[in-house]
């Protein structure tokens, strides 16, 4: 069974930075694909970065580029996303999701596994 256990949220304001970590039990988890999506309210979730390691490279939304950076740390069975540059529209729900198939995708129907979230408010 893997879980998933986000935290890091919280309320900033625009330029700010975040770090969201994400715990994850698992066997395997070295293996796993890593993601992290957003939704906001009224709207659908939506994709913000995913990480393969080793090797496997990272990816990320449009929106975020540049401004977000998704990590793993190994030795803790942890994901980060680091968020800095804050915009009032990153303010969302920030869910980590992973999947045991090697799946580096942006849909939410890849990832079976998925945190309870945590929210970002981001003031202007």
């Known amino acids: 069974q893997v879980r998933l256990v986000e935290s890091g949220g919280g309320l900033v304001q625009a330029g700010d930075s975040l770090r969201l970590s994400c715990a994850v039990s698992g066997r395997t988890f070295s293996t796993y694909v890593m993601g992290w999506f957003r939704q906001a309210p009224g709207k659908e979730r939506e994709f913000v970065a995913v990480?393969?390691?080793?090797?496997?490279?990272?990816f990320y939304a449009g929106s975020v580029k540049g401004r977000f950076t998704i990590s793993r740390d190994n030795d803790n069975n942890t994901v980060h996303l680091q968020m800095n540059s804050l915009k009032p529209e990153d303010t969302a729900v920030y869910y980590c999701?992973?999947?045991?198939?090697?799946?580096?995708?942006?849909?939410?129907?890849?990832?079976?596994?998925w945190g309870q979230g945590t929210q970002v408010t981001v003031s202007s």
């Open positions: 990480g393969s390691w080793p090797g496997g490279g990272t």
């Open positions: 999701a992973a999947n045991e198939q090697g799946v580096v995708a942006g849909e939410t129907y890849r990832y079976p596994y």
